[in-house]
């Protein structure tokens, strides 16, 4: 639950930047090789879209986004604590391992 709710604030407080990041990526190129290309910057793309569509329009679809990262770090967070889980009570892992670092000096040594 708290891996759900820690990407979907992440979502929508950086959904604006992602709005702006789609509208430099989706600029379309000149179908001929001769033509110039004049593509737009980000400073630009997000200056047209507040002119065009206000603050709001930095905004549009956040709602869905942030239901599907919910959905997707909650269960894959989930998961995770089922696995390990499954391993401590398979006996593969147990909570009392010693970590990398702290089996002492030379434990690692060939």
């Given at each position: ?5 820690a ?19 989706g ?29 709001w329009?930095?905004?549009a ?8 990262a ?21 006996g593969?892992?147990s909570?009392?391992?010693s970590?990398?670092g702290?089996?002492?000096?030379g434990?690692?040594?060939d």
């Amino acid at each position: 639950m708290a891996g759900g709710c820690a990407s979907a604030t992440a979502w929508a407080f950086t959904f604006s930047l992602d709005c702006v990041r789609a509208g430099v990526q989706g600029q379309l190129i000149p179908p001929h090789a001769n033509e110039i290309i004049q593509k737009q910057g980000a400073y630009h793309v997000l200056k047209n879209l507040w002119l065009t569509k206000g603050f709001w329009g930095l905004y549009a679809g956040v709602g869905p986004s942030v239901a599907r990262a919910f959905l997707v770090s909650g269960s894959r967070f989930s998961s995770y604590e089922g696995v390990l889980w499954l391993c401590r009570w398979s006996g593969l892992t147990s909570a009392g391992e010693s970590k990398v670092g702290e089996e002492g000096p030379g434990a690692c040594d060939d």
